[in-house]
């Protein structure tokens, strides 16, 4: 069946450091793709999305390009904020079920 | 940004009490879910809809029941809560746009704990 998997938290870094979640998938026909993201004591948020192979989802200053050759995601931030600090999901759309499947979340904290 | 609402925000009640989770939206979005995150942050689908009238079960057994009578409403219940309950719930909702093209939305979330 289809599958997300991110990397394993938690994440530490300093303000202004280089950030890159990596996410891989697995999944018959052509998802789309997402990534989330969960502020302390909040819901999910999305944070972008792409649709198609190639795409580019862009927010915030966070960056994510579809990969469909390497069947990848990755969340990349060139310089991060204390206010980063939340938990970051990664997440497919199931075509057939019509329903998301998602990473089990990578802790981020950001120290200043 | 959706609006997608859920009361209350937390709740603290004891073992055997009957509660209703609420959850609103105000996009009249046709698919609606219910999600656990446990401590761990992972979260577990247990119930969806389609629409009025329709509601499924998701891939993780819960004890709670859901119902959709209006489009912006899919309340959770549990009729006899208990400590292994515990846990966030999580309200989203979706528009049916096309395989593979809908984009999910949350609501705050509910944190319960059951003494």
């Known amino acids: 069946g289809n599958s997300v998997t991110q990397m394993e938290g938690p994440v530490t870094l300093s303000e202004e450091a280089f950030l890159t979640i990596n996410c891989t998938y697995t999944?018959?026909?052509?998802?789309?793709l997402f990534w989330y993201v969960q502020y302390p004591g909040e819901g999910l948020q999305l944070l972008l999305k792409?649709?198609?192979?190639?795409d580019k989802g862009s927010n915030k200053g966070f960056e994510a390009t579809y990969r469909k050759e390497t069947t990848s995601f990755h969340l990349e931030k060139g310089s991060v904020q204390v206010s980063d600090s939340a938990v970051y999901f990664c997440a497919l759309s199931d075509q057939g079920a019509q329903k998301l499947v998602f990473g089990q979340g990578t802790r981020l904290t950001i120290n200043p | 940004e959706a609006d997608i609402y859920q009361t209350p925000r937390y709740l603290v009640i004891g073992t055997g009490k009957k509660i209703t989770l609420e959850c609103s939206q105000t996009m009249g979005h046709d698919k609606m879910y219910w999600y656990q995150q446990d401590p761990g942050m992972e979260l577990h689908l247990i119930h969806y809809?389609?629409?009025?009238?329709?509601?499924e079960k998701g891939d993780l057994s819960s004890e709670s029941t859901v119902s959709r009578i209006r489009t912006e409403h899919f309340p959770l219940t549990l009729e006899s809560a208990r400590p292994s309950h515990t846990s966030q719930y999580l309200c989203?909702?979706?528009?049916?746009?096309?395989?593979?093209?809908?984009?999910?939305?949350f609501g705050p979330g509910t944190r319960l704990l059951v003494l």
């Open positions: 809809s389609y629409g009025v009238n329709s509601t």
């Open positions: 999944a018959t026909g052509y998802p789309s």
């Open positions: 989203a909702s979706s528009e049916l746009v096309g395989q593979g093209q809908e984009t999910q939305y």
């Open positions: 792409a649709t198609k192979a190639d």
